[in-house]
């Protein structure tokens, strides 16, 4: 089952142009089996969600894109923002009570604070990426991330590899074109989060981009 595993929509991220219908409209024309909303700092009711889902026939999920100390991170799993998950510490130990499964969002990109830029033309020291704080404390990385340069991909990828993770394959979409543009590609049916940690946790995954432009008649 083929998944976009982090979108924004208008209702909670004041970034994003893409209305809920526009996502899964879009979801749905590039071929996609199911999204997960991971909104900024904010997290979509399972109702709220389930009514969307049930309007498109696609597996829709809500997760948190969560803004922390040491960057962004995608958790799927918490019930809701909780206090003191801004700090990636606070954040791995609410996740670890309920179980839920936290990816680092865009790994090489730099704070927005210092430009939100890729860390030079050459990439970084794979010694220097390996150190970094924030892989312990996640499960973990995005390594295709459609808003993001082929070479901050393909070296997100080559630092996953260093780990022995998979990494997650995503659109981040804030507008139309993003949407599916990279993928979570699941070997098993995912119909709940519960079911999508699962198979986050057992690796049963792979990250891939498509070509969304050629497939989609407008
Ligand atoms: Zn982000
Ligand atoms: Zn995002």
Redesign the pocket.
């Known amino acids: 089952m083929k998944f976009d595993l982090?979108t924004?929509t208008t209702i909670h991220s004041g970034c994003s142009r893409l209305t809920p219908q526009q996502l899964v409209e879009r979801a749905r024309a590039v071929g996609l089996d199911g999204l997960v909303i991971?909104e900024?700092d904010a997290q979509w009711t399972p109702d709220a969600v389930a009514e969307l889902a049930e309007q498109s026939g696609l597996v829709i999920l809500t997760g948190m894109?969560v803004s922390t100390d040491l960057g962004?991170v995608l958790a799927y799993g918490l019930p809701k923002y909780l206090p003191g998950i801004y700090r990636a510490k606070g954040l791995r130990e609410a996740a670890d009570e309920v179980g839920a499964v936290l990816i680092q969002?865009h790994p090489l990109r730099l704070p927005v604070y210092v430009g939100g830029d890729f860390e030079g033309k050459n990439g970084h020291r794979m010694d220097d990426l390996l150190r970094k704080p924030i892989l312990q404390l996640v499960d973990s990385i995005e390594i295709y991330n459609a808003g993001r340069p082929p070479a901050e991909n393909e070296q997100a990828a080559e630092l996953a590899e260093h780990l022995g993770w998979k990494g997650i394959g995503a659109g981040?979409a804030h507008t139309l074109d993003a949407v599916g543009a990279c993928v979570t590609v699941f070997e098993e049916p995912i119909r709940t989060m519960a079911d999508l940690v699962h198979e986050l946790r057992a690796g049963r995954y792979h990250a891939a981009h498509q070509a969304t432009s050629t497939q989609v008649r407008s």
């Open positions: 982090h924004h991971t900024h894109e962004h969002s981040d």
